[in-house]
């Protein structure tokens, strides 16, 4: 709640000095040497106390007029429309190496086990919380790149897009047990790369970046990592790469034969020298992420590096609240007068 014309209110000052001395001190009328011995004592009729309790009507009824020529409104939403923001693609890597539980933390309670892309997930959402100025799309890859979100301000709804992004789980055939779904959980980085520069080469805005996070080895799609930066470059698309994790043996869950689940080491490779080969090539930077930490450092470290000059203007939508508060006055003052009539048996 908030007051368009906030400078009406100083009149309640004014009026609750006008109150006081009005109904505080009010003296009461009479007829001296009156021989009041005569009046009938102790009456108690509507038309009385309807007469001595109207005085009291003009407070509230002065107070909401003030308050409605102050103009209460309710703030609905807002919007922003930027001159000169930033466009980023988020690539995310949902390959099934990224269901490693390297990255869990430490709790009081024991391990809270958490995948790799949980704790990505996270981070990413902090780092879209800190733009809130810039245009951001979202993008994950498995076997093959899927753009989840384009280039959108509404970073509440990528936020949502963000979370119920989910590693493909294995699907395996009930006769032979082998997994049926693997081209899936394998890793695409090229055709991902490239994808997310063509949907930046749409944008209007002047700087334009990718934050490509990934911890395997490229093993799927059709383009290699270096032949997608080849087309960043020539777009104007700088790139940052994220790896997480080495090359080495990681515990991952995994589901046996008869549904129960256990944690077991399983190999995963990755590709440093293409990430960091990629960065170079279109003028950005690579960083490597053994822990939460690290990727929230190298976040923080892509925020420093690419500012945002923004000239903004703020669109504002309102709901008035000023006409309840006015027809409450009036039908105050209705009363008053309506008061004043019957009992008095004239208007005044």
Not at 31 to 39: E, H, M, T, V
Not at 139 to 155: C, E, K, N
Not at 244 to 270: L, N
Not at 302 to 326: A, D
Request: glycine share 6%; aromatic share 6%.
């Amino acid at each position: 709640m908030q007051f368009a014309h906030p400078v009406w209110l100083w009149l309640l000052l004014p009026a609750a000095l006008a109150c006081w001395r009005v109904l505080g001190t009010r003296q009461r009328k009479g007829i001296p040497y009156a021989p009041i011995i005569s009046f009938p004592r102790n009456q108690r009729s509507w038309r009385i106390l309807l007469y001595r309790a109207a005085p009291w009507l003009y407070p509230p009824i002065l107070l909401l007029l003030i308050v409605a020529m102050a103009r209460p409104r309710r703030n609905l939403s807002s919007f922003r429309r930027e001159s000169n923001a930033i466009s980023i693609m988020v690539v995310v890597d949902v390959s099934g190496s990224m269901e490693a539980l390297d990255l869990s933390r430490q709790t009081r309670d024991g391990i809270e086990y958490l995948t790799r892309l949980d704790i990505v997930k996270e981070v990413f959402r902090d780092f879209i919380a800190d733009r809130p100025d810039d245009l951001i799309g979202l993008l994950s890859f498995g076997g093959y790149a899927s753009v989840l979100a384009p280039l959108t301000l509404d970073h509440n709804a990528l936020v949502q897009i963000l979370d119920g992004l989910e590693i493909p789980p294995p699907i395996q055939d009930p006769s032979s047990g082998a997994v049926i779904n693997e081209d899936e959980r394998m890793t695409a980085i090229g055709d991902a790369l490239a994808l997310a520069s063509a949907r930046l080469r749409e944008a209007e805005t002047e700087s334009r970046i990718i934050v490509l996070l990934s911890d395997g080895l490229n093993n799927a799609g059709i383009l290699e990592p270096i032949q997608a930066a080849r087309i960043a470059q020539q777009l104007g698309v700088r790139v940052y790469t994220i790896g997480v994790g080495t090359t080495g043996y990681a515990p991952v869950r995994i589901t046996d034969a008869s549904g129960r689940q256990a944690i077991r080491q399983a190999f995963i490779e990755i590709d440093e020298n293409a990430l960091r080969g990629v960065a170079e090539l279109t003028g950005g930077l690579y960083f490597n992420t053994r822990d939460e930490e690290g990727l929230n450092r190298a976040l923080l470290a892509i925020n420093e590096l690419e500012t945002t000059p923004v000239q903004q203007q703020i669109l504002e939508r309102f709901q008035e609240q000023y006409r309840g508060l006015l027809l409450t006055a009036t039908l105050l003052l209705g009363a008053t007068v309506l008061i004043h009539a019957t009992a008095r048996q004239r208007i005044l």
